[in-house]
């Protein structure tokens, strides 16, 4: 996507295979930071600690972390060590393992001494994949649209959660890519962007790119989007997702399931944009198998923002002692799902279409 008149990506390989440039999403939406990633371990930490996040993007970045490690040591220990590093970096994202177990099919026949090359090939061509895959998502996500704009004057109003934009991915974004088509079609649009507690994806990072792409938006508290259904104030909800099991059971964000009962309550089509990669075939039930990572208490019990001296800072809203939770992730089952966008067109969250899909996409 351009900001501020600029194509900016996510992440890229840069001199040569030396190294990666990532955006420190941390950092965001004060500053726009552009980091340099020279080693595997350097790459966990940015996974683990989130300088780059969001499911697909965490792919593409654990895809540049086994070309990085390859630079180092393509030996087999190394590969096998560093690889198993690499896939526990985060819990919840298949894609992170997609991704790894991708790069090893493709490393481990090979000789060491062709390693090298063949892995930042491939870890290249995941990243260009994800940006097709996305754009394919915009296009049939932007039929959804287009049918609800048929039917009505005025804005077509979607609600999002979390950030699925560009920014979690290496462009377009999977929720947000049929909102940019639709932007380029000149559809009126507006976006209620749940700010996503507690690290604030919605707020820091969804309003920022949609800021910049100049897509009106309005930031609304997580506890709102009922409300706003309720009002008829939602037309569509779209978010993104960090695995779906064959079921068709959808691991996002903490608070997405939340949404998805007040759009069923409301009558509101709940849809899910999903690149393939991002099924995970083995898995039935999601509520029982789907590993949901724990983060950090501070994350609830402190919120992080700017002075007005413009220094980055952070504030603690509890009393001292609190003890906090805070599992980041939780799990829409498949009956309140609506349909899943994905490349290959809208499928229905359920095992049928989803084991045809799991196949078709292995082939
Ligand atoms: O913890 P995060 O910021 O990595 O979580 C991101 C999400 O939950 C996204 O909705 C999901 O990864 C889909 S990104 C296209």
Known sequence: MKVDGK???????????????????????HRLVIERVASADEMIVAIRDMWVRGAPLIGASAAYGVALLM?????????EAGCGRIRAARPTAVNLAWAVDRMLSR????????????????????????????????????????AIAAKRSG??????????????TVDWGTATAPIYRAQERGIELHVWVDETRPRNQGASLTAWELGKAGVPHTLVADNAGGHLMQRGEVDLCIVGCDRVTVRGDVCNKIGT???ALAAHDNGVPFYVAMPTSTLDPRLADGVREIPIEERSAREVTH???????????????????????NPAFDVTPARLVS?????????PADETALRALAQRSAR
């Open 155 to 168: 804005p077509v109003k979607v609600l999002t959660h979390c950030n699925a934009g560009w920014l979690a």
């Open 107 to 146: 490393l481990r026949p090979l000789p060491a001494s062709e390693r090298r090359a063949a892995a930042w090939a491939l870890a290249d061509a995941i990243a260009e994949e994800d940006v097709a895959v996305n754009r394919a998502i915009g296009d049939h996500g932007l039929a959804l649209i287009e």
């Open 257 to 259: 399931y939340l949404k």
């Open 71 to 79: 630079n180092a040591d393509a030996g087999d220990a190394a590969l």
């Open 303 to 325: 919120i992080a923002g700017l002075t007005a001296a413009g220094e980055l800072a952070e504030v603690c809203l509890v009393p001292s002692g609190t003890t906090a939770a």
């Open 7 to 29: 194509p900016l990506r996510t992440i890229r390989a840069v001199a040569g295979g030396e190294a990666v440039e990532i955006i420190d999403q941390r950092l965001l939406p």
């Open 339 to 347: 349909g899943l966008v994905t490349e290959h067109g809208v499928f």
